[in-house]
């Protein structure tokens, strides 16, 4: 039993590799056809990337928020949910946490942080909840509810930024006070003046945590059998209905967290947005990529990070518009999802490793 | 006399509004119906606006300013379908989550279109102003009626088509064995497949169909509201086409109900900014409204709603 789950892991690992890069070759392609150099064009994005200690930092400050909406739509995977509303739950936790960080002051940075942290974390964690609720008491699809709660909160959002927080004369809010910062300013230094924050070693610590309530806890046992077979689930005595909201909650507060430390740790403020970041939508491609499983969320998000903050150098360096980048994400999960099409191109690897397996 | 004026105008833009998240939902209606969820309208609409601005763009740089919004409707469906049919190889043919294969649509339109107008238009962010686009048709006599004929019988003609497709949307899905068939799949394939109809290829077309119509949507706003291309043209209207289908019930007339209803909040909220009163309502709230509604109508506080039974299934005949 062990055996075999080891080696389907060790095969998706090899879809999950080769999808990307089928998705590379895909932006190859279309780099081709628009008479760009799609070699010089990777070679600046990686070069961008690694170029210097400062995009090396800010690469890290790109990953982070995807580590934790990556960890969002996978925890609600696990139980059977599709999150799309990662978006919404991490400008929920975002602005709650800017309006702790901004309105309170006077508290030492222990009381003053943390409280922001977990704030914005708790508010994201209750607007997922919502999608939770609405499933297990209504019985409605979360994968519409979640998607119309991404606008909600987008426009709730630049509705408390500009009613109550707003600078004047500014489409954004006050400052955090400083004792809210979740900065590391002697990091930071270190990278160039990266925005390095708390929120990376959070992340990490989030999918670890993933993995703990998931697989060591008996809570984390229920989530997954609801999402294995939630009748099978049901008849065992298992209160169905919690578990779709508490799993709803726990992926609102890892976003929530991804919009928490996108205003502790590297802006300082928020804005009036006119659309979502789409940080929450990447995390949903960040989840596939890392077929829900914590270790693998945390490479796709180093994936995507990666490619999306290196990006910037593809049009400085190659003169590529930046948003190829998004036809190769976008093919990466289209690949990912049509596995047949992945294992029709592998199938020729396949059958010579077949025959050699047989020689032997 | 002016309140009158100023009412019927209103009934104007809200026409104006309608028709864009109108085609959108006919689209999502025509896929759904047959069984395929379509998240993916948001992207087919993009990947319309964009098909047309560029396409009338170089019909007019070609000096044929007539026929060139025309064209660019055609360029519109075709690229619409063109996306669309990603999406049915996707989660037809290889049986992928049909919401997973929605949001790549939505990814790479997203990309593709940006990408592109970067390359067209040397590194700009969006397209040239257009000025070959539609200007509003004034039906001769009905024009002329006091009230009505400034309020509905002036129009922009992409309105005139959306109204007309709903009825023969309508009639298609209920009243054709086209439709029977295209309902059938979407609720029982096996069944229908018993029945001897092809599950697979009914879909195909019904996805198809989809992207043409949300093309047309994207088309519209191009071409009657922004008169050029941009990354947030389209900006979650399709999404708001979305909810309209699930608060018209899966049903064109219901869409038709529903898109009016949506099209004359936004055109609320752009007409009472010419009041001062208006500032004191944060518009946010108005913006809300048709994604809290969709809420609404889902839990069932807003009458129920029932989706088609096979929804969001890959048809796998294999299976039983």
């Known amino acids: 039993m062990g ?140 994968v519409i509810t979640t998607i119309m709660l991404n606008w909600i909160a987008l426009f709730f959002s630049n509705y408390i930024t500009s009613a109550f927080l707003l600078q004047p004369g500014q489409q954004r809010s006050y400052m955090i006070r400083d004792s809210a910062s979740m900065s590391i300013p002697w990091l930071a230094e270190a990278f160039g003046n990266a925005r390095l924050h708390w929120g990376t070693p959070v992340a990490l610590l989030g999918a670890a945590v993933f ?10 046992y229920e989530l997954r059998a609801v999402g294995h077979n939630p009748h099978a689930a049901q008849y065992a005595g298992m209160n169905v209905n919690r578990r779709i909201i508490a799993a709803m909650f726990a992926a609102g507060i890892f976003a929530g967290l991804a919009g928490v430390f996108e205003v502790l740790g590297v802006f300082h403020y928020q804005t009036v947005m006119a659309g979502s970041p789409g940080y929450g939508f990447d995390g949903i491609a960040v989840a596939l990529l890392g077929m829900n499983n914590p270790l693998g969320v945390v490479l796709g998000a180093a994936l995507f990070g990666g490619l999306t903050y290196g990006s910037a150098g593809m049009s400085f360096g190659a003169d590529v518009p930046p948003e190829i980048i998004r036809i190769v994400i976008g093919s990466v999960i289209f690949f990912v999802a049509t596995q047949g099409i992945v294992r029709y191109v592998l199938l020729p690897f396949y059958r010579r490793r077949g025959k050699e397996v047989a020689k032997a | 006399v002016s309140y009158l004026n100023q009412f019927a105008d209103l009934i104007n833009i809200t026409l104006v509004f309608a028709t864009a998240l109108l085609f959108g939902a006919l689209g999502g209606i025509v896929s759904e119906r047959s069984g395929v969820t379509n998240i993916a309208i948001e992207g087919l609409m993009t990947v319309g606006a964009f098909a047309s601005a560029v396409a009338t763009y170089y019909m007019e740089q070609a000096d044929m300013p007539g026929p060139a919004p025309w064209v660019g409707l055609v360029a519109a469906a075709a690229l619409g379908m063109a996306f669309a049919w990603i999406h049915a190889v996707a989660s037809i043919t290889f ?48 024009s002329a009626i006091p009230f009505f004929g400034r309020a509905v019988f002036t129009a922009y003609p992409t309105t005139y088509i959306a109204m007309i497709l709903v009825f023969v949307v309508y009639y298609v899905l209920f009243r054709t064995p086209f439709g029977l068939r295209l309902r059938s799949v979407g609720e029982h394939p096996s069944a229908a497949a018993t029945a001897g109809i092809r599950v697979l290829r009914v879909r195909y077309i019904a996805v198809l169909l989809s992207g043409a119509l949300a093309g047309l949507g994207g088309a519209t706003i191009t071409l009657t509201t922004t008169s050029n291309f941009s990354h947030n043209s389209i900006s979650g209207q399709g999404f708001i086409a979305l909810a309209a289908v699930i608060f018209g019930k899966w049903n064109p007339l219901g869409a038709l109900g529903a898109t009016l209803f949506f099209g004359f909040a936004q055109a609320l909220n752009n007409w009472i900014q010419l009041f001062s009163w208006s500032r004191s309502i944060p518009q946010e709230f108005i913006f809300m409204l048709p994604y809290v509604l969709t809420i609404l109508v889902l839990a069932g506080a807003v009458g129920k709603a029932r989706m088609p039974s096979a929804l969001g299934e890959p048809y796998d005949p294999g299976k039983r």
């Open chain 1, 3 to 142: 055996k075999l789950l080891k080696w389907i892991g060790s095969d998706s690992a090899v879809v999950s590799l080769a999808a990307i890069l089928l998705g590379l070759v895909c932006g190859a392609i279309i780099m081709l056809a628009g008479g760009y150099n799609p070699v010089a064009a990777y070679i600046a994005l990686f070069q961008k990337v690694f170029g210097s200690r400062y995009d090396f930092g800010e690469t890290i400050r790109e990953i982070t928020p995807l580590i934790f909406t990556g960890l969002s739509v996978a925890f609600a995977f696990r139980t059977g949910l599709f999150n799309i509303g990662a978006e919404g739950q991490f400008l929920i936790g975002m602005t709650g946490a800017t309006f702790i960080g901004v309105k309170l002051s006077g508290l030492p940075w222990i009381v003053h942080a943390p409280l922001a942290v977990i704030v914005g974390a708790v508010a994201g964690g209750l607007w997922g909840a919502i999608a939770g609720w609405l499933k297990a008491s209504r019985g409605v699809n979360e």
């Open chain 2, 95 to 142: 049986k992928a989550d049909q919401v997973i294969s929605g949001i790549v649509i939505n990814f790479l339109a997203a990309g593709f279109t940006v990408y592109l107008v970067k390359l067209l238009f040397q590194g700009a962010g969006q397209t040239e102003t257009l000025n070959a686009v539609f200007t509003k048709w004034a039906i001769p006599g009905l």
């Open chain 1, 211 to 220: 993995y703990v309530i998931l697989w060591r806890t008996k809570l984390g």
